[in-house]
């Protein structure tokens, strides 16, 4: 006599329908893809407008419209006395700045470590990009040239992105990609699921540039011509969030400025004084996409889910 298996025993005495292999569930998290967009050296209080972000009428599109829609943050900083910009992006992408403390190419400071997010993300198959303004995506860019800055995109400074700074390297141009592939990716639905997004000199407030000659200015005109891009792709409707802040501040270490829109954010102009760094977004996208471990500073800050109604 052959035994039957628990499963079959129950079929054939009527006790069931017969247990079939089920596909692995897909993730139970409310967020699926995040995008993050890097703004430039200004704080978001202040008493001058020509400096400071909230309030300030040279920002009509933050003020008037995004702050209205978003979930922002009152005490939000760059961590305590880390300048200029590179070490911010670094910390944003490992939780430190590696003793780093200039704007250097990445010749000058190869990070050899695996410890970062991008490359957390990769081990668990999920998706990533950077998108850049002003590369041409042919290359690796490893060189500052033009309005593209290096010093604004971390991850060519580690070398398993780069394959030990290889202009050519597959892995690197695959994942670096010009900024004016975001619209398309999010037109045909193949946007990855992380995705760091940062404008070029000009349009990160960082330069005056012609002709509006105002830095917050023209990143304010920027953020009006293309935020409303992702806010209306599927992406973003369909577990999307968006993460609107700054680098650095102009002036001390802030607060800067630190928005999140998604239809799982509170929203409505919702605002908290919770004390926030860098290391606080970087554990909130950690705990989005369930990597670990909490990379250096990520496990000493608090993250970002008082600005959502469900989280991750």
């Not at 933050?62 to 922002?72: D, G, P, R, V």
């Not at 604004?152 to 050519?168: G, M, Q």
Request: aromatic share 10%; charged share 15%.
């Amino acid at each position: 006599m052959r035994y039957l298996t628990v499963a079959a025993a129950f079929v054939v005495l009527g006790f069931g329908t017969p247990i079939t292999a089920q596909a692995a569930p897909q993730s139970k998290h409310n967020i699926q893809k995040v995008f993050i967009i890097l703004m430039e050296n200004h704080n978001w209080t202040g008493t001058q407008d020509s400096t400071s972000i909230k309030g300030s009428r040279y920002a009509p599109y933050i003020n008037n419209t995004l702050l209205a829609m978003a979930s922002h943050a009152e005490q939000f900083f760059n961590p305590p006395g880390i300048h200029p910009s590179l070490p911010n992006y670094l910390w944003l992408e490992a939780g430190t700045n590696f003793g780093i403390l200039d704007d250097s190419d990445p010749i000058s400071h190869p990070l050899t470590t695996t410890e970062h997010l991008v490359t957390l993300l990769n081990n668990t198959k999920i998706s990533w990009k950077t998108y850049q303004e002003n590369i041409s995506g042919t290359s690796c860019p490893l060189v500052s040239s033009g309005l593209y800055a290096a010093k604004h995109d971390p991850f060519v400074y580690f070398t398993d992105v780069t394959n030990n700074l290889d202009p050519s390297g597959a892995y690197c141009i695959a994942h670096v990609r010009p900024f004016t592939e975001l619209a398309t990716d999010l037109q045909n639905g193949t946007v990855a699921q992380y995705n760091f997004i940062t404008p070029n000199l000009c349009d990160d407030m960082h330069d005056k540039c012609k002709p509006i000659q105002n830095a917050i200015t023209q990143g304010d005109t920027w953020l009006s011509q293309n935020v409303p891009t992702i806010l209306n792709s599927a992406a973003y409707k369909n577990g999307g969030a968006l993460f609107i802040t700054w680098d650095e501040a102009a002036s001390g270490d802030g607060p800067i400025g630190m928005l999140v829109l998604s239809p799982f954010a509170k929203g409505n102009g919702y605002e908290n004084f919770i004390h926030y760094t860098h290391g606080s977004t970087l554990r909130t996208f950690e705990e989005i996409f369930s990597v670990s471990p909490l990379l250096n500073d990520a496990a000493n800050e608090t993250d970002l889910s008082d600005l959502f109604t469900a989280f991750p």
